[in-house]
């Protein structure tokens, strides 16, 4: 049985640092694992210009207890970018891309994207500077229920951006489904990023008769068995299109009830690397771990792998139940349970 397992450093290509106090209590989780992050744009004034990118990137490295840690910053697409401070900012790489939220999809997306036919220019800039268009791909609409909307964004919206800009390379983030994964896989220029969670629990840990549990509530929902089982395969197979995106995104406890209005995101910062690791280790897969973790990322996003090596020890731990310190109390996700691996 293999006990301690040392791989290259990992990134994490789907991570939310939030703002002000919350920003200066998480970041050092995400850093205490990753070298680099992605830190989503979706801040409560959304990062559309370079200047904010600038600014929040500063804020994130400078809250991080590493001083090679780097945040990547992708922008927050809007039907009415300034185009020509977008195209610039990704010549500079202040941007890494463009993050695509559909219109109240999910955490302030109000000033998400209401027509992909509105931001083709977008997709136009993106393609000719080889930058990496990031997008929550869920079709909100009252019709759709809340279950198929990942199917329907892929059959509508991404089949058409991707007939219209064929070398325009895609990630599917917190792909949740197994069509996604097929989706992924039969497809030329998309990866995918699959968090712990998606990987972890199914609809019957989040929806009660009459309640929720809110700390398993996020955007996409997880959905059934044969997803979870689709996406651990995906993740665990040496696929090259498939790398860490935890998509830690704390609330405040008081933001959090047992009901649908409640804000969606689980926070797994605080043991992300450890749950995958623990996954990998069920699926009897540790030996494809750093290439999901640390190799496959780096590649699709046309960056250099780490060359830093950290080692994890088969050794159970038990997260604290909430991170809290100044005046924010988050639940953590597998707080309180026990976890067999442990970064040293
Ligand atoms: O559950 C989620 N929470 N999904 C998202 O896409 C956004 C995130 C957040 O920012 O809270
Ligand atoms: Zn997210």
Not at 55 to 79: G, M, Q, V
Not at 202 to 209: A, L, M, Y
Not at 219 to 238: F, H, S, T, W, Y
């Amino acid at each position: 049985m293999i006990k301690k397992l040392s791989i290259r450093q990992p990134d994490d290509w789907h991570v939310h640092f939030r703002e002000d106090e919350m920003l200066s209590v998480i970041t050092k989780h995400s850093s205490r694992i990753n070298r680099r992050c992605i830190a989503m744009p979706n801040t409560t004034i959304p990062i559309t210009t370079s200047n904010q990118a600038k600014n929040y990137k500063s804020i994130i490295e400078k809250n991080s207890n590493h001083k090679n840690f780097e945040a990547l910053i992708p922008c927050y697409i809007t039907d009415n970018l300034d185009l020509h401070d977008f195209s610039n900012a990704l010549k500079q790489n202040l941007f890494i891309g463009g993050k695509l939220y559909p219109v109240n999809s999910t955490t302030n997306s109000s000033l998400g994207v209401s027509d992909i036919k509105k931001i083709f220019k977008v997709f136009e800039i993106l393609e000719k500077e080889d930058k990496m268009l990031l997008i929550h791909g869920e079709k909100v609409s009252e019709d759709i229920n809340i279950f198929d909307r990942e199917k329907y964004y892929i059959d509508e919206d991404l089949q058409i951006i991707r007939k219209n800009f064929q070398n325009l390379k895609i990630v599917l983030e917190h792909v949740s489904t197994a069509y996604g994964v097929e989706y992924i896989k039969s497809n030329k220029n998309i990866a995918g990023t699959i968090t712990p969670h998606h990987m972890l629990l199914t609809k019957k840990d989040v929806f009660f008769d009459n309640s929720i549990n809110p700390h398993h509530f996020c955007m996409p929902v997880v959905k059934d068995e044969k997803d979870l089982l689709a996406l651990r395969n995906a993740a665990c197979i040496n696929n090259t299109k498939f790398f860490i995106g935890t998509d830690s995104a704390p609330h405040h406890v008081r933001e959090k009830s047992e009901n649908l209005n409640t804000k969606a995101g689980i926070f797994s910062a605080v043991c992300s690397l450890e749950l995958y690791t623990e996954i990998f280790d069920e699926e009897d897969s540790l030996n494809t771990l750093e290439q999901f973790a640390s190799i496959n990322g780096p590649n699709f996003y046309n960056l250099p792998k780490n060359e830093r090596i950290i080692t994890l020890e088969k050794n159970s731990w038990y997260p604290p139940e909430f991170t809290e310190e100044k005046s924010i109390k988050i639940k953590n996700f597998f707080g309180n349970k026990k976890i067999n691996w442990k970064l040293l």
